[in-house]
């Protein structure tokens, strides 16, 4: 299983950017879709997930600027987002946990994202 992101790129502050992720290769029994991010010297956290069932969660920071969607049928996660700020350029990455006997999480290599002020 392969999750190639794309979307990344260089925004001015305020501005706006999608990121899309899709997963190829044998998986089945997709149980939730995120996104998460990680900029230099900080951990990584959790920007916002959805899951199958379509409930989603967001970071506190992000409410009201970000959206998640996905589509199951194709194995694709996407992440609008709006409102950019500065201190969000870090490396996004997009998680798929699936396995309906014994879950497991797949990562992306990342996009990174750029916000200039």
């Known amino acids: 299983v392969q999750l190639q992101a794309s979307g990344g790129g260089l925004v001015q502050a305020g501005g706006s950017l999608r990121l899309s992720c899709v997963a190829s290769?044998?998986?089945?029994?997709?149980?939730?879709m995120s996104w998460y991010r990680q900029a230099p010297g900080k951990q990584r956290e959790l920007v916002a997930s959805?899951?199958?069932?379509?409930?989603?969660n967001y970071a506190d920071s992000v409410k009201g600027r970000f959206t998640i969607s996905n589509d199951i049928d194709k194995n694709a996660v996407y992440l609008q987002m709006n409102s950019l700020k500065p201190e969000e350029t870090a490396v996004y990455y997009c998680?798929?946990?699936?396995?309906?006997?014994?879950?497991?999480?797949?990562w992306g290599l990342g996009t990174q994202v750029t916000v200039s002020s």
């Open positions: 998680n798929v946990n699936a396995g309906w006997i014994k879950p497991k999480d797949y």
């Open positions: 959805m899951s199958r069932g379509g409930t989603t």
């Open positions: 290769g044998s998986i089945s029994g997709i149980r939730t």
